[in-house]
């Protein structure tokens, strides 16, 4: 069971999808959830606060999703911070290129609550292991 | 659950508001791509919004809106890799997907739940798609195979890199693997995705055991560019810097009109209590002026005088927007127009990103397409008459729009043939608007305003774009509405210009309280050029009109109690020698208004009164003064539209 403590960060341009991201890890029970409109706003944020998962859209203007993780795994305060992206389809190619830049796992849109959990679940289980 | 219904109503309307503000925004991108061609910054930002739009619809389970946005946004990311061209065929058919769009979010918002068949906007776009390729001859044919839609981009995975020394490219090569049983495309299946995480993960941990080790063994297979591994410390140092002030990235809320209109309505009762103490404090510094708790009143209150003005404004900024959300609609249709119209026209906006309010950027939308429409169709003069005039063969349609003191000031002027005066007076006797006698005395200013009479369309034939007649009337009583005015200046072959004056608020005003006949009434202090005291005997009276020179221009003068008809006239101050008096100017119109009394300048809320006509009665709204009394606010734009709408001495 993962940490309903964990702050995280849904990182998304447009408001609706942060709210309907956002509104599905409530359900799931977890509380503290920040958000950011874009990769460049995501970075700045994750170096001031304490996150502890971030989930992001992959389309986004100024920095994207793809970018930002780049940026993640690149910064040694942060490197090791899981990472869920959003994208709306599993191309195989741009999975790759996520896998390659070390995302931690890939979620396409829509989804329910449920594959959102099991997403994270699965994240948080290799990390203990 | 009524929380978490509730909590999904939001989303939904915050879904609408958030797609629609997208489309707003990428409509004049369109037309801007068909003038300076392709460009790759717009055609992302198009892209990236049919992206967005789709993959929240997706949640929302609009599967419409997601097949609409869907096929839009397959065209737009070939346009933005250059796999095919931006063309007017083009642009037509996404921009007819983009009324779609507007169309699926209109019912949603009406709630209606009407469905529109979206399939034959579909196939389009897939034909549009399909020509579109053709057209290039260096595409494959395995790409036109799959053309519509589905054609993403084709298998390109650097699966060729030496697997042994690179774990990623041994997880691609898993995927190829694993992906082998699926039916052939790009979408991966969720097992797939999952076996290629678990495969990367797997070497990860088996070659190396830190991220580090992981980084200095990717450049050698794969490219995870060195230069941006090295410019991150760079950015890093940057970004601390800022981070002491996070309020370099604005952040936004959205918050709910129905909430800020309740502040608003709050601040204005905030406004009238205050208005009431600091009448209070006044009385007990006149009267107890030596007593330190007055001084101790007085200074609070002038505190709380501060501190109401100041949130006031704050709430009053709340409710601005930049005028840019009306105004982005315009080169699309002038574009249509121009194109149905058989005429080139060039739009020109300046001033988009003033602020006027909300209520303003809801109600100045119709007239303003009213007014660009005329424009267009009636300003603008065909392309041959121009050239043989010796104009420029294409058109110039300006809109400006600046902040003027505490008002907004729109402009929509055209290079075009200018009003036929003589023609509109014809026209308006003809059509029975006026009689003969009537139109004589018209001054030119008067005779334009013609214009905005009920039932009158200067064109004989009525295009399909102008109406019948329709429209400009209209116009004249939206920006009534908005408490503005509206007049026009032309002139022969220059072109005419449409001049639109708005306050900028429209809850709150400085007004000039004014007595007469022992009422006091407000009169909007915007209007108002300045206040007079004149001897009895400095009026004069010509042809039955009173007037009053002031520095050598002659000005005509209304008594307010005779407009109000308060025939109750037997006021002490009426008798006394002199008049004030005040004169309005709205354009080009000025005139004065007769009171007994000046009292003062207050700040007063309007308050709507219902089942009020405010153009006969001349009232438009109440408010509750300093001293807790209701009292009128006067419609000086009704006043002036009726004592100097028709004719004029």
Known sequence: MTDLKIKILVVDDFSTMRRIVKNLLKQLGYESIDEAEDGEQAYIKLQNGNYGFVISDWNMPNLDGLSLLKKIRSDPAMKDLPVLMVTAEAEKDKVITAIQAGVNNYVVKPFTGEVLKEKIDKIFDKIST | MSDESDEMEEIISEFITEAEESLDRIEPLFVELEQVGEDKEMLNDIFRSMHTIKGAAGFLGYQSIVDVAHTSESIMKKLRDGEISVSTDMMDVILQAVDMLRILLGHLKDHDGIEEDVSPLVRDLDTALVNAISARSDIT?????????????????????????????????EIEAIDADEPKGPSMSDDALEAALEAAQAMRDAETSTVEEIKHDIPAAIKVDPPENAQAPLIAKATVEKAPKPKDKPQNLRVDVERIDKVMDLAGEVVLVRNRLLNISNYFDQKYANDPQTEILTETVSFLDRVTSDMQLAVMRMRMQPINKVLSKFPRFVRDMSASLSKDVELEIQGEGTEVDKTVIENIGDPLTHILRNSIDHGLESTEDRLAKGKPAKGTV???????????????????????????????????IM??????????????????????STKEVATELSGRGVGMDVVKTNI????????????????????ICIPLTLAIIQALMVEVSGLKYAIPLSPIEETLKVSKDQIENITGQNVIVIRDKVCPLFELNTLLGLNYNGDKSSNSDYKHLIVISMGEKRFCIAVDKLVGQEEVVIKQLKGIDTTSSYVLGATITGDGKVVFILDVGAMSRNLLGSSKT
């Open chain 2, 435 to 456: 009689t003969s006698e009537e139109v004589k005395n018209l001054t030119d200013d008067a005779a334009t305003d013609i214009i905005f009479m009920p039932g009158f």
């Open chain 2, 480 to 499: 009534s509405s908005l408490n503005g005015y509206v007049e026009i200046t032309t002139e022969k072959n220059v072109g005419s210009t449409f001049r």
């Open chain 2, 398 to 432: 300006k809109i400006n729009i600046f902040q003027k003191g505490n008002q907004v000031v729109i402009e929509i002027s055209d290079d075009g043939k200018g009003i036929d005066i003589e023609n509109l007076k014809r026209l308006a006797v003809q059509k029975g």
């Open chain 2, 141 to 173: 044919p395995t790409a036109l195979d799959e053309a519509p839609v589905s054609a993403e981009a084709p298998d390109a995975v650097p699966v060729e890199a030496p697997a042994t020394i690179d774990p990623f490219a041994a997880a691609a090569a």
